[in-house]
């Protein structure tokens, strides 16, 4: 199946991110290449444009998609986790700009076989890269029910984690939860029936906490986000692209924590820390717009951030 992805808040995160046609720029979560496009599509001969992603498919999409761009491209197949070791790898001291498109793309939804979503059967998969070890099959059928729990109240933000935990463990027990449709289903009966007639699929929030844990996307973000700043040059802007309030906390913190100046205690007369600040915030999180919304319901949680290198 071809890789398909909308793009969020394109037109918004190209504006932000591309101060210098010439520059260099670095998208960390490449997916099918619509934001690598549309920067490309800004950059003179000059430029270097690097993508990254753990997806080989992603990889594929976007390779075909960037053939016909003006500037150098490099196309690395690894986590955003390794961005320093791959910057090095390609000997690129700074960059312009930095870009993490966050989440899970409409392609790894849509295709049953990768296991991502409650909304169709498929095999309990789940990994953003097919070749990582852990799978959500693993998650399900083997973490302990207290294990169970910390990560689906934790990554999904479930009140009635305790009940779905102990749901899986029954479950299983019973025969192993193999498919994204059962599991769905266990999820589904294990939420009270009042609950179930409100707000999203009952099975949304456990997916997203499964997923995450898979993939551990949480882990790995805060020391990205730093890495990327360490590795912007001066006036440099980096780009975060969220879509649950888990990964935006993270990227407001990061950010709030990098624009700190002195942090030495009130009491003391004069600074000795030194500490400066790395990093300004432009502006507030930019939301999508009601006409991107209307196109692209999908977009309706994401907000873009983007700070400047000091």
């Not at 390779?63 to 016909?68: D, F, K, T, V």
């Not at 910057?87 to 700074?94: G, I, M, R």
């Not at 205690?265 to 915030?281: F, H, Q, S, Y």
């Amino acid at each position: 199946m071809e890789f398909q992805h909308t793009s969020v808040l394109l037109a918004q995160t190209v504006a932000a991110l591309v101060t210098d046609p010439a520059g260099v720029y670095v998208d960390c979560t490449l997916g099918g290449g619509g934001h690598a496009a549309a920067i490309t599509a800004r950059l003179s001969p000059a430029a270097w444009f690097i993508g990254l992603d753990q997806d080989p498919a992603a990889i594929q999409a976007a390779q075909a998609r960037l053939q016909s761009a003006a500037c150098k491209i490099s196309v690395v197949r690894g986590n955003f986790s390794r961005l320093a070791a791959i910057l090095d790898e390609l000997a690129v001291p700074a960059a312009t700009g930095i870009l993490f498109d966050l989440g899970v793309s409409s392609h790894q939804l849509d295709i049953a076989e990768r296991g991502f979503s409650y909304m169709q059967d498929g095999p309990l998969d789940m990994r953003m890269d097919p070749a990582a070890a852990l799978t959500a099959r693993e998650i399900v059928n083997t973490w302990d029910e207290a294990r169970l729990v910390e990560i689906i109240f934790a990554y999904g933000e479930e009140r009635f984690a305790k009940r779905i935990a102990r749901a899986i463990i029954a479950g299983r027990q019973r025969q192993p939860i193999a498919t994204t449709a059962a599991l769905a289903d266990i999820i589904k009966q294990a939420i009270p029936a009042a609950a179930r007639r409100e707000g999203p699929h009952p099975a949304k929030r456990t997916f997203q906490a499964i997923r995450i844990a898979v993939n551990d996307e949480l882990g790995i973000l805060r020391d990205a986000l730093e890495t990327a700043v360490q590795r912007l040059a001066p006036g440099g802007r980096l780009g975060v692209i969220t879509f649950h309030s888990l990964e935006d906390r993270i990227a407001k913190q990061t950010i709030q924590t990098l624009a700190k100046g002195c942090i030495c205690p009130r009491d003391l007369p004069i600074c000795v820390c030194g500490n400066t600040p790395k990093v300004k915030a432009l502006g507030k999180p930019v939301p999508p717009s009601p006409a991107e919304l209307a196109a692209n319901p999908r977009s309706r949680s994401a907000k873009l951030r983007v700070a400047e290198k000091v």
